[in-house]
């Protein structure tokens, strides 16, 4: 397997545009996640999926910003309008229920 | 929630020297421990994981220790080399992938 795949890798954007991210999990996973990864924060659990049904997406930080996974084989995270505080890698992975946690190489976004 | 807490921030030893890593938690229900690996500009890589059923556990150069009364575990590197520069992080869940809380991350520098 190819492990997990993000696209695209950067993004450079300007305020106000919208922003979306791209993940393939693992085939055979059933559990898919997107972290946020930045200097200040850390690396932040903002969604995860259990067989392509959002389970837990309290770390979400408002409503600009949305995630779906229409099937075993695609997620999608969206942000609309994009700010600069938005700026930050975004890590999508897929696991099965008791293993390991796999990371795609993460999309960096950057908002001006 | 759960709370991890990861010392010190930074660490610099020198080539063939011994670093550890020593995060803290809250949660006394949360049983599975890993530590990632993190390369500049990489994903994040399990390297090691523990489960509360056991106190230590080994992989060649890296062992990971765990007191749960305490509520605190640690990871040991010995013999490090340069390409152990990285930044590692701790987590902590109950049991699985889907609710690890992270560290704030260990930027390892080892000095040829």
């Known amino acids: 397997d190819a492990g997990v795949i993000q696209s695209p890798r950067h993004e450079v954007t300007e305020m106000g545009q919208e922003v979306t991210l791209r993940c393939k999990p693992i085939s055979g996973h059933d559990y898919l996640f997107w972290y946020r990864q930045t200097m200040m924060r850390g690396l932040e659990l903002l969604i995860y999926f259990n067989n392509n049904v959002p389970i837990d997406d309290s770390g979400m930080p408002e409503d600009r910003f949305s995630a779906k996974m229409p099937n075993a084989s695609f997620s999608t995270l969206k942000i609309q309008p994009s700010e600069p505080r938005d700026s930050a890698v975004y890590f999508c992975?897929?696991?099965?229920?008791?293993?390991?946690?796999?990371f795609g190489e993460g999309s960096r976004l950057t908002v001006l | 929630g759960e709370n991890v807490e990861q010392h010190p921030s930074t660490l610099s030893v020198q080539e063939g020297d011994s670093a550890v890593i020593k995060c803290t938690y809250s949660?006394?229900?949360?049983?599975?421990f890993p530590w990632y690996k993190q390369e500049l500009g990489k994903r994040p890589q399990l390297i090691i994981d523990?489960?509360?059923?056991?106190g230590e556990k080994k992989d060649q150069r890296i062992a990971v220790t765990l007191n749960k009364t305490a509520k605190h575990f640690s990871l040991h590197i010995t013999e490090t080399q340069p390409e152990d520069s990285a930044v590692y992080f701790c987590?902590?869940?109950?049991?699985?992938?889907?609710?690890?809380?992270f560290g704030s991350g260990t930027q390892l520098t080892v000095l040829p």
């Open positions: 523990i489960r509360s059923n056991v």
């Open positions: 949660d006394s229900a949360s049983n599975y």
């Open positions: 992975a897929s696991s099965l229920l008791e293993g390991e946690l796999f």
């Open positions: 987590a902590a869940s109950q049991g699985s992938a889907r609710q690890l809380t």
